[in-house]
């Protein structure tokens, strides 16, 4: 993936944040943006760490490493430096909050979707409204420190979704992300894969990090949340992933995200 040189064009980050970016010294600076549903925000990168909070709306990061979802009440933490591309799923109120590289010990190295407590979210709109160019006062300053001491201690989510590079389990995975199916068997995948058992859960657990299990409940998560987001109710949804029942689909949900599928929807 490559940076897109006309991203400043296409993004709702406001000039003055996007110039603090490169010029000021200051360990951390917040930004606010609103996106309409649709949204693409075209592949770029920040010499800054990213953490990306929607308070409304779903957002879907892609990077080389893999696919993030990022549902509300969750966060995505991004290294400075790492190419990646933001879909809008639904109408998205975006808070972010970019981070010199070392400004704090403990701070993570790698991509990872995050819970967004409380205190954090209420500190990144605190932080969002704040000049990004200064000068800030004693407050202020300390709104930023406490969110940058927060961010390590965000516990971390299981919304990545790992693709192999191994064209046999890639086409395998691009076809269950188009179609889930809850009941997806490893002796048949194996099979279509043309490996044995054995060999294909070595195979799929050293490309993705996962057993198929895991990833099937991480692809499922990935196609219910946009649908959630939009309104759809959780039995159609639950039963279009091939779920035989609303509770069992609630079960793996609530495991996966430590809450129901209706606090991410509309209808039951």
Request: glycine share 4%; charged share 20%; net charge positive.
């Amino acid at each position: 993936m490559e940076a897109d040189p006309n991203y400043r064009d296409r993004t709702a980050v406001p000039k003055p944040t996007l110039d603090a970016l490169d010029i000021s010294s200051e360990p951390l600076i917040a930004a606010a943006a609103d996106y309409p549903d649709y949204r693409l925000v075209p592949p770029h990168r920040h010499s800054r760490s990213q953490l990306i909070h929607a308070l409304e709306g779903v957002l879907l990061v892609r990077a080389d490493a893999g696919r993030w979802m990022v549902p509300k009440d969750h966060a995505l933490w991004l290294p400075a430096e790492t190419v990646h591309s933001v879909e809008m799923l639904g109408n998205v109120r975006m808070r972010s909050a970019y981070v010199l590289p070392g400004a704090h010990p403990g701070l993570p190295d790698t991509i990872r979707v995050v819970h967004v407590t409380p205190l954090m979210r209420e500190l990144l709109k605190a932080a969002s409204d704040l000049p990004p160019l200064g000068p800030l006062g004693a407050r202020d300053t300390l709104v930023n420190h406490l969110l940058l001491h927060e961010i390590p201690l965000l516990p971390e989510r299981p919304l990545a979704l790992a693709f192999p590079t191994d064209p046999r389990l890639a086409r395998l995975c691009r076809e269950f992300v188009a179609s889930p199916d809850a009941h997806v068997a490893i002796d048949d995948w194996a099979a279509r894969a043309g490996m044995s058992r054995r060999s294909f859960t070595r195979r799929f657990q050293q490309e993705t990090g996962l057993s198929l299990s895991r990833w099937r409940q991480q692809a499922s998560l990935f196609a219910a949340l946009p649908r959630l987001a939009a309104g759809e109710p959780v039995t159609t949804v639950a039963l279009d992933l091939g779920y035989e029942s609303v509770a069992a689909f609630t079960t793996m949900f609530r495991r996966m995200l430590g809450s129901p599928p209706r606090t991410y929807g509309i209808r039951v």
